[in-house]
T-cell receptor
Framework: AQKITQTQPGMFVQEKEAVTLDCTYDTSDQSYGLFWYKQPSSGEMIFLIY??????QNATEGRYSLNFQKARKSANLVISASQLGDSAMYFCAMRGVSGGYNKLIFGAGTRLAVHP | EPEVTQTPSHQVTQMGQEVILRCVPI?????FYWYRQILGQKVEFLVSFYNNEISEKSEIFDDQFSVERPDGSNFTLKIRSTKLEDSAMYFCASSERGTGNTIYFGEGSWLTVV
């Protein structure tokens, strides 16, 4: 079975600092994808970044980067130069063949608070 | 930037009533999904839809749920007889491909069953 674990229920960071949100996953699939989403207090789910299991380089999207360590089965999100608007819930998710490639399995989320 | 749009943003309904949640996926996307998030809990997969049929569904998606693509743009989730435990945020999502690297979510529809 596939599983996503986010062990940090809450994190805080000072504005302009970098922060790492942890995500570990469990799967027996060779081919899978890892996603991060941001959910502000307004409720919408905003796609941030994607990493494929065969991608050799870590994904980056602006201030977001994904620290992919395949052997450790971790896919941590790094947010550089935090901004007040980054305060939100962050969800790690994965999709893979055995879990049904058409569906995402989500972690419990990490609530990030950015302090001025 | 193209986006998934959902209506209504919030609906309050009485237990036992039928509810239809509507979604307009991104126009060139072929795969459509519904997820739900009960307050304070994980986001859960309900169903995926491709080529006018359900491609996958979870155990949550029982006989009281149905999905439809009634025309070329809308994708709907119908809950036939709502229960209190159906109260949740329902997200529609779409992707260009089934194995694609981006799945875009709408802003969600809050459903409150009283």
């Amino acid at each position: 079975a596939q599983k996503i674990t986010q062990t940090q229920p809450g994190m805080f960071v000072q504005e302009k600092e970098a922060v790492t949100l942890d995500c570990t996953y469990d799967t027996s699939d060779q081919s899978y994808g890892l996603f991060w989403y941001k959910q502000p207090s307004s409720g919408e789910m905003i796609f941030l970044i994607y990493q494929g299991s065969y991608d050799e380089q870590n994904a980056t999207e602006g201030r977001y980067s994904l620290n992919f360590q395949k052997a450790r089965k971790s896919a941590n999100l790094v947010i550089s130069a935090s901004q007040l608007g980054d305060s939100a819930m962050y969800f790690c998710a994965m999709r893979g063949v055995s879990g049904g490639y058409n569906k995402l399995i989500f972690g419990a989320g990490t609530r990030l608070a950015v302090h001025p | 930037e193209p986006e998934v749009t959902q209506t209504p943003s919030h609906q309050v309904t009485q237990m036992g009533q039928e509810v239809i949640l509507r979604c307009v996926p991104i126009s060139n996307h072929l795969y459509f999904y519904w997820y739900r998030q009960i307050l304070g809990q994980k986001v859960e997969f309900l169903v995926s839809f491709y080529n006018n049929e359900i491609s996958e569904k979870s155990e949550i998606f029982d006989d009281q749920f149905s999905v439809e693509r009634p025309d070329g743009s809308n994708f709907t989730l119908k809950i036939r007889s709502t229960k209190l435990e159906d109260s949740a945020m329902y997200f529609c999502a779409s992707s260009e491909r089934g194995t694609g690297n981006t799945i875009y979510f709408g802003e969600g529809s809050w459903l409150t069953v009283v």
